[in-house]
């Protein structure tokens, strides 16, 4: 800690317009050193007198002066900065990760940056290459991962990113042997396959993504498992993507195709339940008593429609917190992530 500064140090004239304070302007606006300066609002480990801490920060917001992280980065190897992707924060299942990141860079003083993949493998390459050069602290791949070469070549950008010094966590196993965080997708949709079953459901259409996507084939093929296991059977999969209106295009065929009453309908995620419902009710049918509905996260919006859906609670706030304490612990072990199986009105159980 230095000392030697003085309150009485003559204080440089302020950046004029037009230039930004630098660094140097801030410790002659402070009466202290370069280094003391750039201990405070570098974020370097070695302690500083209070006093001078204060002087300091004062002194940058009077001038209004901005770390350069760029320059942080390169002096640090890497910058404070959490980079999320994403497939699309339109949907809520990322959102609410996403607050959960968030929170956690916030506890730490870290800034969340946010890139969309939009499901495209190839984005999510370029997206990861680019962000090398940016030296983020830390990398979370939250988005959808899908088998094939385009799994290669993601494995492969992370592993480069993680020579320069970044921490990465991807969502599922078999990143690049970096952390990752588990959703347990398959035993989450078991357990809502067998409670389906138990309520008395024997057919079920499912709706899905596009064959490869993980999350999706867990998600089908836990559920087949569990509600055959009771005694039912899925007698048609229909496949889509994880929007709104793929959900309702799906079921929109499936009804055109014929949909027995009593029919149980599981959606991969919520988001795509719920557009199944509005084809339900566009078609002059009953979500519920006629033909029922289930999906998996248990996003808010799943308990205001109406009827309310029946689902797969997944705690994705907290799922996003431990994808960020993945990136700054260096002892992290993913605590247990409980999934609980949620009925309502979308799926009663069937009358006896």
């Known amino acids: 800690m230095s000392t030697s500064e003085s309150p009485s140090r003559p204080r440089a004239p302020r950046a004029g317009r037009g230039s930004a304070p630098t660094l140097h302007d801030v410790a002659r606006e402070a009466g202290v050193s370069l280094a003391t300066a750039s201990r405070v609002l570098n974020g370097s480990e070695r302690k500083v007198a209070e006093s001078f801490r204060e002087r300091v920060e004062r002194a940058a917001a009077e001038l209004g002066y901005t770390a350069n992280v760029s320059a942080q980065a390169t002096a640090r190897g890497t910058s404070p900065v959490i980079a999320l992707l994403v497939a699309d924060i339109a949907d809520p299942y990322f959102g609410l990760i996403a607050s959960g990141v968030a929170r956690g860079a916030d506890e730490q003083g870290l800034v969340v940056t946010i890139a969309i993949t939009e499901r495209d493998p190839a984005r999510e390459v370029r997206i990861i290459r680019a962000l090398r050069g940016q030296r983020p602290q830390g990398l979370i791949l939250a988005a959808s991962r899908t088998a094939g070469p385009e799994r290669t070549e993601t494995a492969r950008e992370l592993a480069d990113f993680s020579t320069l010094g970044g921490r990465v966590v991807t969502f599922g196993a078999g990143g690049s042997g970096d952390r990752h965080v588990e959703i347990d997708n398959r035993a989450g949709a078991e357990a809502l396959g067998r409670r389906m079953a138990e309520l008395g459901y024997r057919s079920a259409i499912a709706i899905g993504a596009a064959e490869g996507v993980l999350t999706s084939d867990e998600r089908l093929d836990g559920f087949r498992t569990g509600f055959e296991a009771g005694g039912g059977a899925v007698d048609r999969v229909l496949r889509g993507d994880f929007r709104r209106e793929s959900g309702a295009e799906a079921m929109t065929t499936a009804l055109a195709e014929g949909v027995a009453a009593g ?28 033909i029922a509905v289930c999906g998996f996260d248990d996003v808010p919006s799943s308990s205001d429609v109406s009827p309310a859906l029946t689902t797969v609670r997944v705690p994705l706030s907290d799922v996003g917190f431990q994808a960020f304490r993945a990136t700054v612990d260096a002892d992290w072990t993913q605590p247990a992530l409980p999934l609980e199986v949620v009925v309502r009105e979308s799926a009663p159980g069937v009358a006896a």
């Open 263 to 290: 029919t149980l309908v599981f959606a991969m995620s919520d988001v795509v339940a719920i557009g199944a419902m509005a084809a339900i009710r566009d078609g002059g049918r009953a979500v519920g008593a006629d």
